[in-house]
């Protein structure tokens, strides 16, 4: 499945990215890089989830100092957490694991600073299109037909990109749940009961390729 999802990727960025070539007004790029996740309502705590974070974008700079952007990605999302160590002398082992892919579409407006550090905001869809769920060392849901977990997650977006090296850019993103993805009901040892609603909670970090972008001849 995953594959699948890379290679359909891969091959929607290449016919995208010739499309925006032979259109001047707009620019394209392609990013790659990861997501630090944590699902708020879980009952597990930390950024200790990594995924994968891969997407095409076209940009439409309708001046030097404001743009907007639409995208394309496949974004890796979840929680995680050991074993206590008290609990478990061989450690290493998790006692809870989701993973949850999504498809996602983010919009964002985009104002540059002097050319230079970019700041955007916006919102994106997704839809969930893959799920694994590890608890207790054994597997909840690994389908996405009969889980709990909402088909869509709409996020609340912040990104700050900075230019690398020519087109090359660095994006820091961090996206939170607009809506809940689930509510799961939790139960201690002495049977009390409760009902907590769960969020998605995202750090991204990306290297981002823009094509056709002009470049002072100074940086060549």
């Known amino acids: 499945m995953k594959q699948r999802i890379f290679f359909g990727l891969l091959v929607f960025g290449s016919l995208f990215i010739s499309q925006q070539m032979k259109a001047q007004a707009f620019l394209g790029a392609l990013a790659f890089g990861g997501n630090l996740t944590q699902v708020d309502g879980d009952e597990v705590y930390g950024f200790h989830k990594f995924g994968f974070n891969v997407g095409v974008s076209a940009i439409y700079p309708f001046n030097k100092k404001w743009a907007l952007s639409v995208e ?80 869509n997650d709409i996020n609340a977006i912040l990104n700050i990109r ?33 009902d907590r609603d769960q969020y998605n909670n995202i750090i991204t970090f990306r290297l981002v390729y823009v094509f056709n972008e002009k470049i002072d001849k100074k940086e060549n």
Do not use: C
């Not at 478990?88 to 104002?111: A, C, I, Q």
């Not at 997704?126 to 799920?131: A, D, H, K, Q, Y």
């Not at 820091?172 to 002495?190: E, G, H, M």
């Open 162 to 194: 900075v230019p690398i090296w020519k087109r090359l850019k660095l994006d820091f993103r961090y996206a939170y749940s607009i809506s809940k993805i689930r509510t799961r009901n939790f139960k201690n040892d002495v049977g009390d009961s409760w």
């Open 72 to 151: 394309a990605s496949y974004s890796q999302k979840g929680s995680y957490e050991k074993y206590p160590v008290v609990d478990d002398p061989t450690k290493g082992l998790p006692y809870y694991d989701l993973r949850l892919s999504y498809l996602e579409v983010p919009f964002f407006l985009y104002f540059t600073d002097k050319e230079f550090l970019s700041i955007g905001a916006g919102f994106s869809w997704g839809r969930l299109v893959g799920i694994k769920e590890i608890e207790w060392g054994k597997t909840i849901h690994s389908s996405i037909t009969n889980s709990p977990y909402n088909m």
